[in-house]
DNA sequence: ACAGAAATAGCAATCGATTGCAAAGACCCA
DNA sequence: TGGGTCTTTGCAATCGATTGCTATTTCTGT
């Protein structure tokens, strides 16, 4: 004991009350500094519990309260197996979610859920444990969370956006975001092109949508899309296998993502092929490590810090029983070496 | 509404139990699926609660139980003024903990902390919220964990073990990883070398104290340690300036972790200097990205989901009341390219 | 057909904090 | 001194689910 001297185990209010010759209500009100009650009761019952290390117990108080402080943070892994949550954009974003969220008081409770029903979403909104839910990626769950948002406001969604729809979403303009990558490409005089990401959710799907719109207005381009997992070990032999597939028939690769991007340029050194000059690559997202390797990426740059501010703005505006728009963010294309 | 018709909104479980012609806690019963109650009302009651879409409250279960299911993951951020949490070590763990311990039925309750007193993991401890608490890294904060450990038992620490105390800790030994890292650059015949860490905390102090007697033993071998922030913006100006400082007298980094060998080996490019011929340079971690960059990484492998294992069966041990031993786990050099 | 066992269901206490309302005492001014 | 206001505190209901105990039926075997 370095601090000396636990006196008593008091383990909950009603003891706290008997030992400092109080009711049970006094107490509360005390800790709850609430100037209802005598300032120097106050202090000394305040005074008591710090000396005996004593805390209310939170469940108590949000049964009573109706109000638990927490919010869901939900990774639904539709199309993804495994380990999605080590993808760094998800992970990144999860760190300024928890910045801004924490900061008005809020704990923040992650589930991953492989969606083995349409109940999934239910669940959690359900359980009665959360104020409010943020879904991080809408996989291919995009029917199942626009029901939900149906009867769950405090719910806010990363994603794309999609005409008449209920749900709350923040995300950037994927199919600008795509556009602008193949442009890149074009515009450094690339031809024969390549998509490497997995079109299964919405926002991988916008993404090509946007590279083929770019391509689809010059003579002569094409663009042919390769399903490639994210974040997962299958990535890696998936890329191998699309590059042996295309040979050097292809002389741009739009990423859908920066991980993609990185492991296909490693597999291209490892084939002698040389990035750009042989091969020109993008990624998207525009994470830390997009600069820290060699070369560095040429990426389209989705501003984490904004996308987790709208998204706890959004819902701190749903909590108080407000509707808030969605957020279209712009994209922005980096260009650095890989392209 | 696609499914149709949520008929009406039961909110407890006395309505449901007056709907379906029984009591409260017929129904409670049913609802956890006890033999005790009839197969036939069980059924019916479970068929009523689906169709309704009810779900009993979690808050008050909890209350009752005196078991929340939630355990609390830490991140301290004593030393790191921020995004840590973006570190993609710690990041990977939390995510392989968060496979584990959703497996048993428990939910993960995120807190970043940055440490303004030594109350901050009492208050975690100590709300009530939680079943039990896993800290990842102990950053400067040793002596409050080790505090709390003494009278919290269901705590488990990611960390650096230390003889005789009282917190469960798994982890790997530092010191035989800083000593692995340190060796392979003196067989490679490096004598003038580097350390690039923050040794504020146990575990980085300890790789550098490892690497600093491998060189030790070896005549004429030097090791020069800089201070090197992790995962922070800092962390790339650092390594620019501790480059400089350098100049060529150097011809092996150690880093303590793979981030930071990645950030520096993309510096050398910058400069001119090759790796690993002119610089070898090693990492620690061995994320999934260390073997996808150029070149390779030669790292210190620490096996993260079996250290996420480790940690989950200690707690689900000590959520017991037993006891459980701390984890010392072996780490292992993985020789790549960049060393 | 009847004692005793087994199967079901209900009653009511309980978890611990919060809070509206009432009560008691202090204080003020005419 | 007496009516009225202000402070301060206590009482008891409440949040919603769980569970030990009891009460009522329904079997079972003889």
């Given amino acids: 004991m ?15 009350a008997r030992l400092a010759g109080v009711s049970a209500g006094t107490v509360s009100r005390a800790l709850a500094d609430m100037s209802l009650v005598n300032k120097e009761t106050r202090e000394r019952i305040q005074a008591l519990a710090r000396e005996h290390g004593f805390r209310p117990n939170q469940m108590a108080r949000r049964l009573r309260t109706q109000r638990t402080g927490v919010i869901g943070v939900v990774i639904p892994l539709g199309h ?34 492989i969606p083995g029903d349409d109940e999934w979403l239910d669940r959690i909104v359900d359980s009665g444990m959360l104020d409010g839910a943020l879904v991080i ?7 199942v969370i626009e029901r939900v948002a149906q009867y769950y406001k405090p719910l806010v969604v990363w994603g794309s956006y999609r005409e008449g729809q209920v749900q709350c979403t923040v995300g950037v303009d994927n199919a600008a975001g795509g556009r602008l990558a193949a442009q890149r490409l074009l515009d450094r005089g690339g031809r024969e092109l390549a998509f490497f990401g997995d079109t299964n959710g919405p926002e991988i799907a916008d993404r090509l949508a946007g590279a083929q719109q770019a391509v689809s207005v010059v003579p002569g381009a094409t663009l042919r899309a390769f399903p490639t997992h994210l974040a997962s070990d299958e990535m890696a032999s998936q890329i191998a296998m699309n590059l042996d597939e295309i040979g050097a028939s292809v002389d741009g690769i739009v990423c859908a993502s920066d991980i ?4 296909t340029i490693r597999h291209l050194h490892e084939r002698g092929i040389s990035v750009p000059d042989q091969v020109a690559v993008t990624g998207f997202d525009d994470l830390p490590l997009s600069q820290r390797m060699v070369p560095q990426l040429t990426t389209v740059r989705q501003d984490i810090a904004a996308g987790a501010r709208a998204m706890a703005e959004a819902l701190r505006i749903r909590l108080d029983g407000k509707d808030a728009p969605s957020t279209v963010m712009v994209p922005e294309l980096i260009i650095r070496e890989s392209a």
């Fill in 2 to 16: 370095v601090d000396g001297a636990k006196p008593a185990k008091i383990k909950n209010i009603a003891e706290l």
């Fill in 80 to 113: 993804e197996r495994r380990q999605h949550i080590s993808d760094p954009f998800f992970m990144t974003l999860f760190g300024y979610l928890a910045d801004e969220l924490t900061e008005s008081g809020h704990d923040l409770m992650l589930s991953r859920v």
């Fill in 137 to 143: 990626g809408q996989s291919n769950q995009s029917a």
């Fill in 260 to 263: 993609i991007a990185m492991t």
